[in-house]
């Protein structure tokens, strides 16, 4: 009995002394820790004639459009009409969101974004919010946060937005036009001296660096805002002291260019960009363009005033409006101030 106990107390102690020296089993799955997705995604994955694009991260790690659309390796014989068939979406969409101009044509090689449907690409700006980028378009701000998958309306400069069912607002090719430089001898008076130059062909010198808004400041970087967009001032009002230049804010057509009272907008301008976009230029001193002409953004129409109702001469500035649709818009979410 003697020895059975010794036995069994010889035993624990081994078993004691071999707990402390060997590691408790643990399984396999209990060891293993979650894969954590890296956030560098910018893979392809190839696939029968075009590449589908990872969710790609923006250097703000902002997660992009790219994210629901795919981006097409044209092959020979694709045209816009033969994509648009195939992808259930509109010509127009493909140009929109890859630049291309009407009838531009695309080659073997090309890369152009797919957008999963129609409308355009929205590349966020400084300052911009949700609600600013559905009133730009015309489109319900939750229309937008559904398709791009946001929560809370938060978004970030740089990023870029589907934007489903909208337009683009300017078409045209973004320009700035210069002064053009003439090799005809100068005209002469009758003395056979050259005339001063006037103050037309001073300010037609002038030029004014492009913004990074849609539509060109239509006026100098000196000017600066002295009435808001508000009800019953559906306009930007601009100052420069003592009168400046003003500037088309994008390439279009003249359809207005009245001097007089003009309900109050004194000596007026009414540029067509197309897209059911117009502005208006009021208070003009003088006018440079006339109904018919094709001007350029950024080229000189005007010289600032005071005309129709303003009060006085210090009243000298710009009332610069954006109609869509026959809707005026606030122009700050249209230009850079």
């Known amino acids: 009995m003697h020895w059975l106990s010794l036995r069994v107390r010889l035993a624990c102690g081994v078993a004691l002394l071999i707990s402390l020296l060997v590691p408790p089993y643990v399984p396999q799955p209990a060891m293993a820790f979650e894969e954590v997705g890296s956030v560098d995604q910018q893979f392809l994955l190839v696939e029968d004639g075009f590449l589908m694009k990872s969710s790609s991260l923006t250097q703000q790690g902002g997660r992009r459009a790219y994210s629901e659309s795919i981006v097409h390796?044209?092959?020979?014989?694709?045209?816009?009409?033969?994509?648009?068939?195939?992808?259930?979406?509109?010509?127009?969409?493909?140009?929109?969101?890859?630049?291309?101009?009407e009838g531009a044509t695309i080659h073997p090689g090309d890369e152009l974004v797919i957008l999963p449907v129609d409308g355009v690409l929205h590349t966020v700006k400084a300052g911009q919010t949700l609600l600013g980028i559905a009133e730009l378009y015309d489109v319900p701000s939750d229309r937008i946060a559904q398709q791009n998958k946001i929560k809370g309306s938060f978004i970030m400069a740089g990023q870029e937005l589907i934007v489903p069912g909208g337009r683009p607002i300017v078409t045209k090719?973004?320009?700035?036009?210069?002064?053009?430089?003439?090799?005809?001898?100068?005209?002469?008076?009758?003395?056979?001296?050259?005339?001063?130059?006037?103050?037309?062909?001073?300010?037609?010198?002038?030029?004014?660096?492009?913004?990074?808004?849609?539509?060109?400041?239509?006026?100098?970087?000196?000017?600066?805002?002295?009435?808001?967009?508000?009800?019953?001032?559906?306009?930007?009002?601009?100052?420069?002291?003592?009168?400046?230049?003003?500037?088309?804010?994008?390439?279009?057509?003249?359809?207005?260019?009245?001097?007089?009272?003009n309900g109050g907008f004194g000596n007026v301008i009414e540029i067509d960009h197309g897209n059911e976009l117009i502005t208006l230029y009021g208070h003009?001193?003088?006018?440079?363009?006339?109904?018919?002409?094709?001007?350029e953004r950024g080229q000189l129409i005007s010289a600032m005033g005071n005309t129709g109702l303003v009060y006085g001469s210090t009243g000298i500035h710009i009332h610069f409006e954006v109609r869509v649709k026959g809707v005026k818009k606030n122009p700050l979410l249209y230009i850079d101030e």
């Open 73 to 101: 390796k044209v092959k020979e014989g694709d045209s816009l009409e033969r994509l648009s068939q195939r992808y259930k979406i509109a010509k127009e969409t493909i140009a929109w969101t890859n630049n291309l101009r």
């Open 173 to 261: 090719p973004v320009q700035v036009a210069a002064a053009s430089t003439s090799s005809k001898a100068p005209v002469q008076n009758g003395n056979g001296r050259t005339p001063p130059p006037t103050k037309k062909d001073e300010m037609t010198a002038m030029t004014t660096a492009p913004t990074s808004g849609l539509l060109q400041k239509p006026c100098s970087a000196s000017c600066f805002i002295t009435q808001y967009f508000h009800a019953g001032h559906y306009a930007l009002d601009m100052q420069e002291k003592g009168g400046g230049p003003i500037y088309a804010a994008e390439a279009g057509t003249v359809i207005r260019a009245d001097y007089g009272w």
């Open 284 to 295: 003009n001193k003088e006018l440079y363009v006339k109904v018919g002409d094709q001007v």
